[in-house]
T-cell receptor, first 117, second 114 residues
Framework: DTGVSQNPRHKITKRGQNVTFRCDPI?????LYWYRQTLGQGPEFLTY????????KSRLLSDRFSAERPKGSFSTLEIQRTEQGDSAMYLC???????????????FGPGTRLLVL | AQSVTQLGSHVSVSEGALVLLRCNYS??????LFWYVQYPNQGLQLLLK??????LVKGINGFEAEFKKSETSFHLTKPSAHMSDAAEYFCAVSADNQGGKLIFGQGTELSVKP
């Protein structure tokens, strides 16, 4: 168990550019979540996957955001035409969903910190 | 809908003193409750969770929390603070009908004075 990893750890980009983040979950975990955390705030839910299926997207996830988990393993989060308001920490978490949902522990990666200039 | 309110964005205690971080929740269904800790520039680490078993939950690093349904609270305590406890603490709620997503409070920054 090597934990959840995220790459890159830091990203600085200019407004209008596209960026892509990667998350590698714990290998046997079938659920993967993305959250966004701005300075001084708690993480906010963006989207989640059960295996390769994207089951829910927050209204925070505008049409400039897209997430994929093509083979049910790693996931990518892409932001197109970045805006200064996209500057935040993007956190990924994974868990193994059993018969009852909601109580499983989510294991978080270290996050990708995005700064849009 | 679910929500979490953490009372006090910043708490300061002396080393060896009691730590009390407050969390109140709102949920229309039986909740699952979590406390996570975040050190600077790191992800979140689970301290403890309540999943409808015992109402007093013990976690790592000497922390514990008590679920009080009548008060809709899940306060985090530690009898004696250590310098290494200085961090940001988040309370979160989820439920069976919410896909497991966590709804977080705004966080409480704990400072520990020598």
């Amino acid at each position: 168990d090597t934990g959840v990893s995220q790459n890159p750890r830091h990203k600085i980009t200019k407004r209008g550019q596209n960026v892509t983040f990667r998350c590698d979950p714990i290998s046997e975990h079938n659920r993967l979540y993305w959250y966004r955390q701005t300075l001084g705030q708690g993480p906010e839910f963006l989207t989640y996957f059960q295996n390769e299926a994207q089951l829910e997207k927050s209204r925070l996830l505008s049409d400039r955001f897209s997430a994929e988990r093509p083979k049910g393993s790693f996931s990518t989060l892409e932001i197109q035409r970045t805006e200064q308001g996209d500057s935040a920490m993007y956190l990924c978490a994974s868990t193994q969903r059993r018969t009852s949902g909601g109580s499983e522990t989510q294991y978080f990666g270290p996050g990708t910190r995005l700064l849009v200039l | 809908a679910q929500s979490v309110t953490q009372l006090g964005s910043h708490v300061s205690v002396s080393e060896g003193a009691l730590v009390l971080l407050r969390c109140n929740y709102s949920s229309s269904v039986p909740p699952y409750l979590f406390w996570y800790v975040q050190y600077p520039n790191q992800g979140l680490q689970l301290l403890l969770k309540y999943t409808s078993a015992a109402t007093l939950v013990k976690g790592i690093n000497g922390f514990e929390a008590e679920f009080k349904k009548s008060e809709t609270s899940f306060h985090l305590t530690k009898p004696s603070a250590h310098m290494s406890d200085a961090a940001e603490y988040f309370c979160a709620v989820s439920a069976d009908n919410q896909g497991g997503k966590l709804i977080f409070g705004q966080g409480t920054e704990l400072s520990v004075k020598p």
